[in-house]
């Protein structure tokens, strides 16, 4: 393994490996395996990059640095040269961490300083300039996540905010200096360092942007961002004669599908929508579930009797829904019990068959994967950006796709079914 990444999330971790999966042309990307925590035994020995997903976002920053540290070991004991701690491309994050935590101490652990921190992932409208987070055409905190329900995000200068949340001075290499390219951008990076600049805000609008900052990280031991600062890393490892480059291709997963949706952004309504155009769709009764009358048998049930037509069941319901039902049940008894819903349908489905499934929202897809017990997953070609096939390592021939809520065309539910059967179709 020569590339590492630590992810404080489900989803953000398969939206990078799908980025270093992929690479970019004419290289290709590495051949890459995300885990789900920190795996028990040691990596295939064909492994070039593996990430590991945590679910450190949003636990007491403690936590996190305790869980990413050991996460760190693991990657090192694999013999990666480099490692990437990748984090939500709008910056999820308290005053109190956990980014600026987990960066500090594994840059600690490493020795380094002026590290790199950009959120950008362009491909999805977040752009990062003069140290500010752009959503499209807005600041962050005028892009909705103000009102995020766990981190709202209420300042768009991230290295005010990423202070706020570290020891050590934090840095700013900004675009009049990214777009001189990869050496004056290394400069400017060892320069932060002489200062004592622990992390630096780097700046990035565009993929060309992120190509260059990749290039002049390509001795770096750490990085840290969204997906997106990924890009151009398998290209630096294939250049230096260390990774053979090439597409993503998996084995082809074969059988019955099924569709479980427990996000509730507006990204993932308008999806749902879309798929009840075409599909059967069931929406969970919420009250239902809290008073005991409806549980994974019943979804289990729906599923089994339109098998092969692509069903889809959701929770999913719009913002004054959601918090009259927080307000009745409390935010977190309903999200346990959601989650534990589709967890345990999940796994009594994959128990009997069900082979493709595809999960919408992060905290959803956490719950499923866990309660599946599948501990690696082999990456497949992307579905759309950010969400890659994966193939279960074990060999059973399970097939998922975990989308982040914002994340998907809106026909992305029957398109990842179909991505899903066709992964073994991609020519390597
Ligand atoms: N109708 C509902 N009312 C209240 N909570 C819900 C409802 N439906 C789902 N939930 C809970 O809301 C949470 C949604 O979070 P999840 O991470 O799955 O989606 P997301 O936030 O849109 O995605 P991401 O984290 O990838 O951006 C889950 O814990 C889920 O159980
Ligand atoms: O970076 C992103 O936006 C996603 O990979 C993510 O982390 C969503 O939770």
């Given amino acids: 393994m020569i590339i590492g990444v630590i992810a404080d999330d489900f989803t953000g971790a398969s939206d990078i490996a799908n980025t270093i999966a992929k690479g970019v042309e ?41 869980q990413s540290l050991a996460a760190l070991d693991w990657l090192l004991a694999q013999g990666c040269r480099q490692i990437v701690f990748k984090y939500c491309s709008t910056f999820d994050s308290t ?50 996540m103000e009102h995020h329900p766990l981190n709202p995000m209420t300042d768009p200068d991230l290295r005010r905010w990423l202070t706020r949340q570290s020891t050590d001075p934090v840095g700013l290499v900004g675009w009049p200096v990214i777009r001189q390219g990869a050496g004056a951008t290394r400069d400017a990076l060892a320069e ?18 992120l190509l260059v900052l990749a290039q002049a990280c390509a001795e770096a031991r750490l ?16 250049r230096a004669g260390l990774a053979r480059g090439g597409r993503p291709a998996v084995d082809g997963v074969d059988g019955a599908e099924a569709v479980l949706v427990g996000s509730c952004s507006r990204a993932t309504r308008a999806q749902i929508e879309r798929h009840r155009a075409g599909h059967p769709v069931l929406a969970v009764d919420v009250d239902a579930v809290m008073e005991g009358r409806l549980g994974p048998a019943d979804i289990v049930a729906f599923v089994d009797a339109h098998r092969g037509a692509g069903p889809l069941v959701y929770s999913s319901s719009d913002p ?18 959601l989650d534990a819903l589709f967890g345990e349908a999940a796994r009594v489905l994959v128990a009997a068959g069900t082979r493709r499934i595809v999960v919408g929202g992060g905290e959803t897809s956490g719950a499923v994967v866990t309660a599946l017990g599948v501990t690696s997953f082999r990456i497949g070609p992307e579905i759309d950006p950010g969400v890659p096939v994966l193939v279960a390592e074990d060999g059973s021939g399970l097939g998922v796709a975990l989308k982040s809520g914002n994340f998907g065309g809106e026909d992305f539910f029957a398109r990842a079914l179909d991505a899903l059967a066709g992964a073994g179709r991609v020519a390597a």
């Fill in 26 to 66: 004419p290289e290709g990307g590495l051949r890459t395996v995300q885990y789900l925590n920190v795996p028990p035994h040691p990596a295939a020995p064909d492994v070039e990059a593996g990430v590991i997903a945590l679910k450190s976002r949003s636990i007491p920053a403690g936590e996190a640095v305790a």
């Fill in 95 to 144: 005053p109190e961490g956990n980014i600026g935590p987990v960066a500090e101490a594994l840059a600690r652990r490493l020795g380094v300083l002026g590290v790199v921190a950009c959120p950008a992932f362009p491909d999805a409208g977040r752009s990062v300039y003069m140290g500010h987070l752009f959503v499209g055409d807005r600041l962050l905190n005028d892009s909705g």
């Fill in 192 to 209: 932060a360092a002489g200062r004592g600049e622990r992390l630096v805000i780097a700046d990035a609008i565009s993929n060309d942007d």
């Fill in 223 to 238: 990085i840290t961002g969204g997906s997106g600062i990924a890009r151009g890393l398998p290209r630096n490892l294939i």
């Fill in 320 to 337: 004054d829904r959601v918090a009259a039902l927080q307000e009745t049940y409390g935010r977190e008894p309903v999200a346990h019990a």
